[in-house]
């Protein structure tokens, strides 16, 4: 990237993929050719898994990092962006401090990262009459991990929530980390005859997550399934599907 080591860039998908019936020949829709993306300094090293999220008058912004603090701006059709905004988030650091998972930074062996994409979710059911999606019930949500490497890498995922309205504060993070049924568990069959440590756990990190009912765009209901796609020990790939209300439940709420 010009910007940053390692950045990252956006496209419209449907100029990369013949999904729909043509590909957009606007070229004023915003993102229409690879467009580099920014943010607003401090940088790190290497800058990586930055995602996307809108507000529900469906203006975009880029979230950044999660710890030791966020870091979110306002995201402009030419990439560019605007100051980072989560100074104006007054009540997570408390939420962070209290519930985001332990690093132990003095090791330089573990850290926590984004993972996946957003999406928004209604805290009630698609099948219940009386759940009407609004403010009060619809959040955002994405997947981060907690990685340490002690001769093998291990990633744990989270869920964080955060309101969908300005100043986009948090309202729950996982108070423990996700298991997919099938990772190999520390002293499980899956590292025997292998260099990996016995000791620890399958690596298995989380990329990304949709709505499983086809046309669901961005939006979805606590009964809703997701597909959530993840890699295994660099060298697999796979899916599970859940829904949504599993996913999100046991968080420790910030408000």
Not at 43 to 49: I, S, T, V, Y
Request: aromatic share 14%.
């Amino acid at each position: 990237a010009e910007h940053h080591c390692f950045g990252e860039w956006l496209q419209r998908l449907d100029r990369l993929m013949p999904w729909l019936p043509g590909p957009s020949t606007y070229t004023n829709d915003s993102f229409f050719r690879a467009t580099d993306l920014k943010r607003p300094p401090p940088f790190g090293a290497m800058e990586k898994n930055w995602f996307v999220f809108w507000d529900r008058d469906n203006q975009s912004y880029l979230h950044y990092d999660v710890f030791p603090s966020r870091t979110f701006a306002k995201l402009e059709h030419d990439g560019s962006v605007g100051e980072d905004l989560s100074h104006l988030a007054t009540s997570d650091a408390q939420c962070l401090s209290d519930y985001m998972p332990t690093v132990n930074t003095g090791t330089n062996l573990e850290w926590v990262h984004q993972s996946t994409n957003s999406l928004a979710v209604t805290f009630c059911n698609r099948t219940d009459p009386s759940c009407i999606p609004s403010a009060d019930n619809t959040r955002l949500f994405t997947l981060f991990q907690h990685k340490s490497f002690y001769g093998h890498g291990v990633y744990e995922p989270y869920i964080m929530v955060f309101s969908q309205e300005a100043p986009f504060s948090l309202y729950g993070i996982s108070s423990k980390p996700l298991w997919f049924e099938g990772r190999g568990e520390a002293g499980g069959a899956w590292s025997e005859g292998t260099w990996r440590p016995d000791d620890q756990s399958q690596l298995l990190f989380v990329v990304s997550m949709n709505w499983r009912r086809q046309g669901a765009g961005y939006h979805g209901f606590l009964d809703d399934e997701l597909f959530v796609s993840f890699g295994v020990e660099d060298q697999a790939s796979g899916g599970a599907a859940v829904v949504a209300g599993q996913l999100l439940a046991e968080l420790n709420l910030c408000e």
